[in-house]
């Protein structure tokens, strides 16, 4: 396999997990909603994102920033 392919399919891999925990996210959403849940996937997500460039790339343009902001904004402050 070429590195192009291996590119691509790295990418490929990233946004489908991506996607992923993205759907997760927005499902614990909501006050009677897991907080553990929703805190073990954002530490999921921050550990792939921090090690692996296409994971951060493929956050990125799918938009997890914006996301992860809107759970911000929604969570109270003793969460």
Do not use: C
Request: aromatic share 4%; net charge negative.
């Amino acid at each position: 396999m070429g590195a192009d392919e291996g590119d691509f399919l790295e990418l490929l891999i990233a946004n489908q997990r991506i996607l992923e925990w993205i759907d997760q996210l927005k499902a614990t959403m909501g006050p009677q909603k897991s907080v553990q849940r929703r805190k073990h996937i954002i530490m999921q997500l921050k550990t792939t994102v921090e090690e692996k460039a296409a994971y951060a790339e493929e956050a990125q343009r799918l938009g997890a920033v914006q996301v992860l902001t809107s759970i911000l904004r929604s969570t109270d402050d003793d969460e």
